[in-house]
């Protein structure tokens, strides 16, 4: 019997010493005081507008996980129109995503649905200064921060450098004018092609504030009926339905701006006028040799606009702490620099600028000159709480004005009457 519970004893002891030892080696690795942190599950909600872009978003989640192990982050994403309606729609159903995107035009309108940042980056002091100011302070509201900027830019003229060189015309380049700018465009119009691909509000936008025209008035509100606004109107529809150098478009669902980025890489227009985002489609859908150049001299001179996007958290969302680490990652230096290479994003952080042009533009003629010479003059794009309201009405009214079926001033009263109600 005492043998047997010797046995026993000494089995009990060689166990615990077993399980002793085990315990240690866990300590020593630190497994031991790291209790499991329970997975966190994220959504996100990001406009997307081709199948590049969504690599590009998906990588960024991605990002986030390989940060922070214990986060996911769900990509979830529709077209850039579709997203302004589904997101109000989203938030009347509480069913808001913990984050959520935000374009800086559409600030005013949109930033009541997300969580105010300003304490977060103040207990977590982040580096303000290492972004653009202009874009971050773009996705500002009454004073608080509602989103961490990813890119910026001003809009910016897109070519077919093989269309010019064949045609032996000079390249559009920093200070080049109107006159060479529509001589190229009608030498450029021939052989069911035409020379630019226009589109709405955007690139009018530009087009107005180079001829001196405003779209706001002295105190910030909308006004599309002012006579130099109806002027520079007038003139840009004369370009589809008089000069006859750009096509018609439809009033449809997809974005006029789409449009005109299909006809020049599908080489059926030679110009359009965007923002560097897209320059990740135009590279990877274009057969030719692309080009960049700011907006040519007008009467007030190379006006761009500048805008850009950011990403915040949702007032709605039950995983803040989560989402508030994600967007630092979705907005850091690895996203910024992965976006810059891939022609996603102009990065909003000046440190990875360079990245987009040594990368993403290192083949495109005439990008930093291009983007330098825009930025110096360009306007931060400042608009209205109804702004998506007013750019969806362009979309539907402009192409009354530049078919010839409709006075361009009637139109433009149109939509500031809509806009209006």
Do not use: C
Not at 335 to 343: N, Q, S, T
Request: net charge positive; no cysteine; proline share 6%.
């Amino acid at each position: 019997m005492k043998t047997e519970d010797t046995a026993k004893t000494h089995g009990v002891s060689r166990r615990k010493a077993l399980a002793l030892g085990a315990t240690a080696a866990l300590a020593a690795t630190g497994m031991l005081s790291r209790p499991a942190r329970a997975a966190t599950n994220l959504t996100w909600f990001m406009w997307s507008g081709s199948e590049p872009e969504v690599t590009a978003w998906k990588r960024i989640a991605a990002l986030v996980n390989e940060k922070h192990p214990d986060i996911t982050v769900e990509f979830q994403t529709t077209s850039f129109p579709d997203y302004w309606t589904k997101l109000p729609a989203l938030a009347a159903s509480g069913k808001l995503p913990d984050i959520v995107s935000l374009q800086s035009l559409r600030a005013p309108g949109f930033a009541e649905l997300m969580d105010p940042l300003d304490a977060r980056i103040a207990a977590d002091k982040l580096d303000v200064g290492a972004f653009e100011p202009s874009i971050f302070k773009a996705l500002q509201r009454g004073g608080k921060q509602f989103a961490l900027p990813y890119d910026f830019g001003p809009l910016i003229l897109f070519y077919n450098h093989d269309l010019f060189t064949q045609a032996g015309l000079p390249l559009p380049k920093p200070g080049w004018t109107e006159a060479e700018f529509m001589a190229a465009a009608r030498a450029l119009t021939k052989d069911g092609r035409h020379g630019l691909a226009i589109s709405v509000p955007d690139a009018f936008v530009v087009y107005a504030r180079s001829k001196g025209a405003p779209y706001l008035n002295a105190k910030g509100e909308l006004d599309l009926v002012n006579p130099a606004l109806k002027a520079a109107f007038a003139s840009y529809a004369r370009l589809v339905a008089d000069d006859k150098v750009a096509p018609l478009f439809p009033a449809s669902g997809t974005l006029s701006s789409n449009l005109a980025n299909g006809r020049l890489t599908a080489g059926s227009a030679a110009m359009y006028v965007d923002g560097p985002w897209q320059l990740i489609n135009v590279k990877r859908k274009s057969s030719f040799k692309v080009g960049v150049a700011p907006v040519p001299v007008r009467e007030a001179g190379s006006i761009s606009v500048s805008a850009g996007s950011g990403f915040g958290i949702s007032r709605t969302s039950q995983n803040k702490d989560a989402a508030w680490k994600a967007v630092q990652v979705m907005t850091g230096p690895d996203a910024a620099k992965y976006l810059a290479e891939a022609g996603r994003a102009f990065s909003a952080r000046k440190e990875f600028q360079k990245f987009w042009y040594d990368t993403a533009a290192q083949d495109v003629v005439g990008a930093r000159e291009g983007i330098d010479a825009a930025i110096k003059t360009a306007e931060p794009y400042v608009t209205t709480p109804n702004w998506s309201t007013v750019a969806s009405l362009f979309e539907q009214y402009a192409p009354l004005a530049f078919a010839g079926s409709e006075k361009p001033e009637k139109v433009l009263e149109t939509i500031q009457q809509l806009a209006n109600q």
